[in-house]
């Protein structure tokens, strides 16, 4: 059973600072991460992908990979008001039968 | 269509009927995904299909409920004989292919059995 873990939150963060967001994933075989984000009521939107080790920069936005220890994070710079929603993590381990698997979401509040 | 298209986007029923649900995914995407939201919870995966097959069903949480999608377009997911632990926010998404591409949500149809 693979397994996507996230702290449930809620994170709260001033605005202006960096907001950290991170996920922890059970299946070696992971291929792809994704970073969705979803307003209340809203449907998840994709925000970031990152296949291979390191960091992908996009705007304000980082992801972090470390396959080796099996963790991949989020960075918001700057952090606005707007960015205020739940963040979800989701892999990808290939082969189609379940799709992505996404964790539960951390809950983040920037605090004007 | 531009987007992920679901359709009714709320839907009351009384408990033991019958609801089917609609999705419409982003032309030329083969890939078609339905999901399961329930409040305050994360995503369940139900069923995916590659154009119009769904390769493995076991997603399904029971025999009451059914999916399929004609051709690489429309996709219905049915819910027989409704009960209030099938209320919840059912997702579709759809993506180019099924690899590691990341999907697109439709709005999703937010389901209650009353």
């Known amino acids: 059973q693979k397994e996507v873990e996230q702290n449930s939150g809620p994170l709260s963060v001033p605005e202006g600072a960096i907001a950290s967001l991170n996920c922890t994933y059970s299946?070696?075989?992971?291929?792809?991460f994704f970073w969705y984000r979803q307003y209340s009521g809203k449907s998840p939107e994709l925000i970031m992908s990152?296949?291979?080790?390191g960091d992908k920069e996009d705007g304000r936005f980082t992801a972090q990979l470390n396959k080796a220890s099996q963790y991949v994070s989020l960075l918001i710079r700057d952090s606005q008001p707007s960015d205020s929603a739940t963040y979800l993590c989701a892999e990808y381990s290939g082969g189609g039968a379940d799709g992505l698997t996404f964790g539960k979401g951390t809950h983040l509040i920037i605090q004007p | 269509g531009a987007g992920v298209s679901q359709s009714p986007s709320n839907k009351v029923t009384e408990k033991g009927k019958d609801v089917e649900l609609r999705c419409d995914p982003i032309?030329?995407?083969?890939?078609l995904y339905w999901y399961r939201q329930r409040l305050g919870q994360g995503l369940e995966f139900l069923i995916y299909f590659q154009g119009n097959s769904a390769p493995d069903k076991s997603g399904l949480p029971s025999d009451r409920f059914s999916a399929e999608r004609t051709g690489e377009s429309v996709s219905t997911l049915t819910i027989q004989r409704t009960q209030q632990e099938d209320s919840a926010v059912y997702l579709c998404?759809?993506?180019?292919?099924?690899?590691?591409?990341?999907?697109?949500f439709g709005s999703g149809t937010r389901l209650t059995v009353v």
């Open positions: 990152i296949y291979s080790n």
């Open positions: 998404a759809s993506s180019p292919a099924v690899q590691a591409y990341g999907y697109t």
């Open positions: 299946d070696r075989g992971s291929q792809s």
């Open positions: 032309s030329g995407h083969t890939a």
